[in-house]
């Protein structure tokens, strides 16, 4: 017969880009375990699912290429000659967060009168937010930024002085 699942998958050593994943190999049904598949589901901007086959003798996996706060789900099954096994129950763990690597898009001032602008942006490309994004930081009008959260895509400053140049900036923060 085909073997069992393999058991007592674990997530080690857990980064914003890599992971261990770990499992204890099955009953081999007296059939010798040749390898175990191993499946993972990651968004489509990444590539879409993931298979890959190891050797029966490892009973760990290094998977690098991941992308910073994304939700996985790994599945593993073991393979003998006779066939493959059922997959494991998913496992779903979710890599470390880093500070985006992109930035808001569109950023624009509007003139609303002589003292207020209007910032507005779009937010971050979402291969590129590197997690969830909390909060925005606009600067411009003092070194201090002003904090808003992550649902608010515009900012209207007032009380400004008449005739003078601002730079405004937008930093998305995870």
């Known amino acids: 017969d085909v073997p069992d699942t393999p058991v007592n998958i674990n997530v080690t050593d857990l980064t914003s880009r890599n992971l261990t994943l770990t499992w204890t190999e099955p009953?081999?049904?007296?059939a010798s375990i040749l390898?175990?598949?191993?499946?993972?589901?990651?968004?489509s901007f990444l590539g879409g699912d993931v298979?890959?086959?190891?050797?029966g003798a490892v009973?760990?996996?290094?998977?690098?290429?991941?992308?910073?706060?994304?939700?996985?789900?790994?599945?593993?099954?073991?393979?003998?000659?006779?066939?493959?096994?059922?997959?494991?129950?998913?496992?779903?763990i979710a890599t470390l967060e880093e500070e985006p690597a992109g930035f808001p898009q569109n950023?624009?001032?509007v003139i609303i009168n002589s003292t207020a602008?209007?910032?507005?942006?779009e937010p971050v490309l979402?291969?590129?937010?590197?997690?969830?994004?909390?909060?925005y930081s606009v600067i411009g009008i003092t070194e201090n930024p002003f904090i808003v959260?992550?649902?608010?895509?515009s900012v209207l400053f007032t009380e400004l002085k008449e005739d003078f140049m601002y730079n405004f900036s937008v930093r998305a923060h995870t």
Not at 126 to 135: D, K, L, P
């Open 107 to 109: 950023l624009s001032g």
């Open 126 to 135: 979402a291969n590129e937010t590197n997690g969830i994004i909390t909060m």
């Open 51 to 55: 298979n890959l086959t190891v050797d």
């Open 59 to 92: 009973e760990e996996l290094i998977i690098d290429d991941l992308h910073p706060g994304v939700t996985y789900e790994f599945l593993i099954l073991a393979f003998n000659k006779k066939g493959n096994g059922n997959y494991s129950d998913p496992i779903t």
């Open 27 to 30: 009953f081999d049904n007296y």
């Open 117 to 121: 602008i209007s910032v507005t942006w």
């Open 149 to 153: 959260n992550d649902t608010v895509l």
């Open 35 to 43: 390898g175990y598949r191993v499946f993972y589901t990651r968004p």
